[in-house]
């Protein structure tokens, strides 16, 4: 079965309607309307949003829906891309652009207590918490975007199992070195390089519950019933050339890749335009088939490193186009330290990544 077989929203004759989405929040605070009993989806909490008309960009359509809907100008707030989604209601196909725009101290301190619309409907400012935790019913495509607002803007990355060579026991320096160096409730991709060193990944995530991870695709599935894996692993890993050969294997017919079956949110590393658009292949591919969705791209280099010395850098301009052109956040990685989030967002991403400089 190839992807292009499995699907219905592409080859289907209805029209989908795109639409703008708002995710507007300020700090843990996000607001939320709720649509009519008369309205599609109705009776259900919503992001403010609505229909992209024909003359105008995704942009240019959230900022008119959120003045409508709200009052609020968010003309001069960073627009933050999280990513594009088809959804099949079945008497309604949508492709919703989702952005994320946190409001100014200033904006939040006029319009918290906006209860009511201006097209009349409920409005509420609700806890991130209880978002993401479930509270609100909201329509079935939102799903992705709440696992979606799960990343932070900076991601830990570890060192490589190599980098503790020189030690008596490497695998124990290396979850000794990252207990100590990972900052409180931190997201780490647990990137160790080498095949069957699972177990120091288990003992750092024992040693470290605060922290949550992101581990090679294989691990999960390995430890399924390990309860520590279970509550700290929240997505998995595909690097470019796994995503590659899952690509192939689709073109080809042949769907026997491990990706496929993966039963946790993956995250997916990509370098060039090929490579988002077999990631954004996958994420269609997922939803079509009710798997946990495809949450973020670590797109690099964006600069030179130390890791890649010979790798020629992306530079912010380039990063842009290419994030661009994928379905799901996007996440900066090369050179980059903690306090370039705020640049990755001005140029289309959503966090930025790294060892050295986001490690304590
Ligand atoms: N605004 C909004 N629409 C959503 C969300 N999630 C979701 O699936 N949708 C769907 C429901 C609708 O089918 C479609 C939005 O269309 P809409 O009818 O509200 O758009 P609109 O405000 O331009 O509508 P209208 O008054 O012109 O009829 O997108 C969401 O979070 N916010």
Redesign the pocket.
Known sequence: MAVEKSTSIKNNSIKT?N?A?AVIHYQNQYLL?F?AAS???GNRY??????IDAHETAKQALIR?VAEETGINIANNTAVKLGRLH?D?GD?Q?C?QVYRIEVTAQQYAQYKNLSCGLEGQKLTWVDKAKLLAGHYD?????KT?LVWLQLPVQITITYPLAHFNGFPNPRAAWSQYHHEHIAADALVYMRIKVAGAEDSIERLLQLRSDIKAIAPDHLHTDKADNAVINRQIIAGHLTQTQLMQWSSSVAKESMSYSALSTNLPLIVSCHDADSINAANQLAFFRLQQQLPPVIGIFLAPVECTQTHPDTPPLGWEAWSKLAELADMPVIGLGGLSPVMSEQAMLHGGIAVAGIRQFLK
């Open positions: 309607v639409v989405v309307g649509r309205q599609h989806q919503e992001f403010v949003g609505g229909k829906e959804h209601y309604k949508v919703l909201l329509p079935a495509a939102n975007i």
